[in-house]
C-alpha cells in the first residue's frame, strides 16, 4: 500500500469456548458482548456447512442428504448430523424465539429449542428414534454459576440412550458439554412455550435498552456460536 504502512487487524478468539444457554440473570455480569445488527437489518450469513458436491446446506433435505452420503452409521452418523448442524449456525440467539426450528436452521441463529430441535428432526429422518429433553437449569463446565434452560436431545440406539446436542462442534454422543442441576424433563409443547413466554418480555426489554444507551446487544442474548456469553 502505498503512503503508509498496512494496519495489523486485530487479532481474533481461536479456542472456542463451550456454548449456552439463555440466562437472563447474567447480563449485568457478562458485560456488554454486543451485536453490529438490529433485528429489523441485515441478517447473518447462515454457517458454510456444504455437500460434497459444494453446493451449500440450508434445509433439513439438504443436511439429511449430506448426512447420508457420508458413508456413516450408528453413533458415527449422529455425530456427523450433530455436527452438521453446528456448522450451520452462526449465532446463538435467544433474540430470534419467533423463528421456527427449520427456518431458524436456514437463518443461521437460534438457541437450543431451536437448533437441537431441528437436529432431531434431521436424526428422525436417518431413521434414529429421538426424544427432546429440557432442564430448567444446566451447569457448563467452565462456569461456577448456574444458567436457564436448556433444551437437547436423548437418542436411542441399539438399546443405549445417550445426551446429544449441537451446541458445541467438539460434542458426541454421550459426550456433552454440561450437566443438567434441575429434573431433566421430556421437551412438551406446554413447556416450550412456558420458557418462551418467560424469556421473551427480558429479550424485548433488554433490546430496547441497548438501542435507547447504544450499549450494544448483550452476549448471553446474541453471539457467535460456539462460544460462551
Given at each position: 500500500?502505498r503512503?503508509?504502512?498496512p494496519?495489523?487487524p ?16 447474567r ?6 458482548g454486543?451485536?453490529?445488527r438490529?433485528?429489523?437489518?441485515s441478517r447473518?450469513?447462515?454457517g458454510?456447512?456444504r ?8 434445509t433439513?433435505?439438504d443436511?439429511?442428504?449430506?448426512c447420508?452420503?457420508s458413508g456413516?452409521a ?5 455425530d456427523e448430523?450433530t ?5 450451520m449456525?452462526?449465532h ?7 423463528l421456527?426450528?427449520?427456518?431458524s436452521?436456514?437463518?443461521g441463529?437460534g438457541h ?12 428422525e429422518?436417518l431413521?434414529f428414534?429421538?426424544?427432546p ?5 444446566v451447569r457448563?463446565?467452565?462456569h461456577p454459576?448456574y ?6 436431545l436423548?437418542v ?5 440412550e445417550l ?7 467438539g ?6 458439554a ?12 406446554l ?12 429479550v424485548?426489554a433488554s433490546?430496547?435498552?441497548?438501542w435507547?444507551t447504544?450499549?450494544?446487544i448483550q ?8 462460544l460462551?456469553a
Amino acid at each position: 500500500m502505498r503512503g503508509g504502512t498496512p494496519k495489523t487487524p486485530s487479532p481474533r478468539p481461536t479456542t472456542p469456548r463451550s456454548s449456552d444457554e439463555e440466562d437472563p440473570t447474567r447480563a449485568g455480569r457478562c458485560g456488554g458482548g454486543h451485536h453490529p445488527r438490529r433485528p429489523g437489518g441485515s441478517r447473518p450469513r447462515a454457517g458454510y456447512a456444504r455437500r460434497s458436491a459444494g453446493r451449500p446446506v440450508r434445509t433439513v433435505d439438504d443436511a439429511v442428504a449430506a448426512c447420508r452420503a457420508s458413508g456413516k452409521a450408528g453413533w458415527e452418523l449422529v455425530d456427523e448430523a450433530t455436527q452438521l448442524v453446528h456448522r450451520m449456525y452462526t449465532h446463538y440467539s435467544c433474540w430470534h424465539f419467533w423463528l421456527s426450528p427449520e427456518t431458524s436452521l436456514a437463518a443461521g441463529h437460534g438457541h437450543s429449542g431451536q437448533y437441537n430441535i431441528v437436529l432431531g428432526k434431521i436424526l428422525e429422518q436417518l431413521g434414529f428414534q429421538v426424544r427432546p429433553v429440557h432442564a430448567a437449569r444446566v451447569r457448563l463446565d467452565h462456569h461456577p454459576w448456574y444458567h436457564t434452560g436448556h433444551s437437547w436431545l436423548r437418542v436411542i440406539h441399539q438399546g443405549k440412550e445417550l445426551d446429544v446436542c449441537a451446541s458445541r462442534l467438539g460434542n458426541t454422543a454421550g459426550n456433552v458439554a454440561f450437566v443438567p442441576a434441575t429434573e431433566v424433563l421430556d421437551r412438551t409443547r406446554l413447556n416450550s412455550i412456558d420458557t418462551t413466554l418467560a424469556l421473551a418480555p427480558i429479550v424485548v426489554a433488554s433490546v430496547w435498552k441497548s438501542w435507547l444507551t447504544g450499549s450494544g446487544i448483550q452476549s448471553w442474548m446474541y453471539r457467535p456460536f460456539g462460544l460462551s456469553a
